[in-house]
């Protein structure tokens, strides 16, 4: 059974710092990329970061370059998104995926999702 997990989230200020982190089961990172996605009230769901174990370069979408930093630890099966400098506008639910494109230019085809953990940013 596919499960995805993740955990990390809670209230920060402005400026601070949250590590998330995706706990992955019942595949492997050769049979998926994992994505981060996020979705704030009242808009629409998007792609933030992505990881690959067939590409060395992780996607970001523009909001998060700069300041958020995607990783893997193959042998947990985990795979995080340390994001610094957070804004106001990056309070959201934060959802990761198993996903079947995972490039430079974007993250797409999301198979399996977890619950999302929600992540809030005060002024």
């Known amino acids: 059974e596919v499960q995805l997990v993740e955990s990390g989230g809670g209230l920060v200020q402005a400026g601070g710092s949250l590590r998330l982190s995706c706990a992955a089961s019942?595949?492997?990172?050769?049979?998926?990329?994992i994505g981060w996605f996020r979705q704030a009230p009242g808009k629409e769901r998007e792609g933030v970061s992505c990881i690959s174990s067939k590409d060395e370069n992780p996607y970001y979408a523009d909001s998060a370059k700069g300041r958020f930093a995607i990783s893997s630890d193959n042998a947990k099966n985990t795979v995080y998104l340390q994001m610094n400098s957070l804004k106001p506008e990056d309070t959201a639910v934060y959802y990761c995926?198993?996903?079947?494109?995972?490039?430079?230019?974007?993250?797409?085809?999301?198979?399996?999702w977890g619950k999302g953990t929600l992540v809030t940013v005060s002024s």
């Open positions: 995926a198993a996903v079947v494109t995972c490039w430079n230019g974007g993250v797409y085809g999301a198979d399996y």
């Open positions: 019942g595949f492997t990172f050769d049979d998926y990329a």
